[in-house]
């Protein structure tokens, strides 16, 4: 069969990455970022084997090092027999919209077939991830890996998204980065299940530890998750230790309380409900909709041109049987 073929054949393309081929995970993944005809029966036809790799994400504002961070995890769960797939969420080009791969490569060098590496393109979106995360992911589930890191793109506290896509969400941080005042915000907090302190061999390393240390002790909701609180120096072999020990304490009460079950429910519902979406819209914006908008954008009459009413009108015009 031909790659040609493949692209277009769901079932085939499946076994392929189930079989290990790298090639066609590589290709899978591409055909699911780009949308492609037919992306939609190929991750049906995965989904039976998603929900077994564990996800790990990183995130924490540029510069804190995530990158030396996922380095470091990658090496630690290599040396412990897992296989493992990192997936980076990088700015998109501005000519092409791919993604800018950088020295990620480094990442997977002198792992072999235990690591693939995969950098995907934010195309703009808001929340620190692509769009199409969610799917790559699965494939890279559906292909045996044991755990996907993933690492989304920094931008500070809009970076939500991720919460939704993994298991266990590390919040890296970083002393002397503006980190100490970010770390005051309660919703910087809701982020993390782990929360790290990086590049811990700096002076005022501590004091953000203890800051933070301090934050999560005062939180005494207890229906509120409560994140460790670790350190890392990734820069170091062996710096990211205490690190994974966290997230594995994390990776055990997930199973122990069985929230990782009903982690894996709340995705396929919420991703369900995405899809939903998406179709309604589609189908909802026909040309004669759309030119209702065109038309009040375009008028000089200032009454036109107001939004809630100009919605209502063309909602009201849909429930009528309007377009």
């Not at 996922?70 to 997936?87: K, S, T």
């Not at 993994?166 to 941080?173: A, G, K, Q, S």
Request: hydrophobic share 40%; glycine share 10%.
């Amino acid at each position: 069969m031909s790659s040609r073929d493949e692209i277009f054949d769901p079932a085939g393309l499946a076994g392929s990455i189930r079989s290990g081929d790298r090639r066609s995970l590589a290709r899978a993944l591409t055909f699911v970022e780009n949308r492609a005809g037919g992306h939609e029966a190929f991750l049906d036809a995965i989904y039976p084997d998603v929900g077994r790799a564990w996800r790990v994400g990183l995130t924490g504002s540029p510069g804190v090092g995530k990158s030396t961070v996922a380095a470091r995890l990658i090496e630690e769960f290599v040396a412990r027999g897992r296989r493992v797939a990192y997936l980076g969420i990088d700015p998109s080009s501005p000519l092409t919209g791919g993604a800018v791969l950088g020295d990620r490569i480094r990442l997977g060098s002198g792992h072999g077939e235990r690591v693939f590496i995969r950098s995907a393109a934010s195309r703009g979106a808001r929340g620190g991830l692509s769009a199409q995360t969610e799917a790559a992911a699965d494939v890279l589930d559906a292909a045996g890996f044991d755990v996907l890191l993933i690492e989304s793109l920094g931008v500070g506290q809009a970076e939500l998204d991720i919460a939704r896509v993994v298991d266990t969400v590390v919040l890296v941080m970083a002393p002397e980065s503006g980190d100490e005042i970010q770390a005051m915000k309660a919703g910087l907090l809701e982020i993390g299940d782990v929360l790290c302190v990086n590049k811990s061999d700096r002076a005022s390393a501590d004091a953000l530890y203890s800051m933070l240390k301090h934050a999560v002790e005062m939180r005494t909701n207890p229906a509120s998750r409560r994140p460790e609180v670790t350190k890392s120096i990734a820069a170091e072999a062996g710096g990211a230790g205490d690190l994974l020990e966290a997230i594995t304490n994390h990776h055990r009460k997930l199973h122990q309380s069985g929230r990782w079950t009903e982690l894996r429910d709340d995705r396929l519902r919420k991703r369900v409900e995405d899809v939903v979406r998406l179709e309604w819209e589609k189908r909802f914006w026909t040309e004669a909709r759309s030119e209702v908008l065109r038309a009040a954008v375009s008028s000089l009459d200032t009454s036109a041109r107001k939004p809630y009413s100009l919605a209502s009108l063309i909602v009201e015009e849909s429930s009528d049987g309007g377009g």
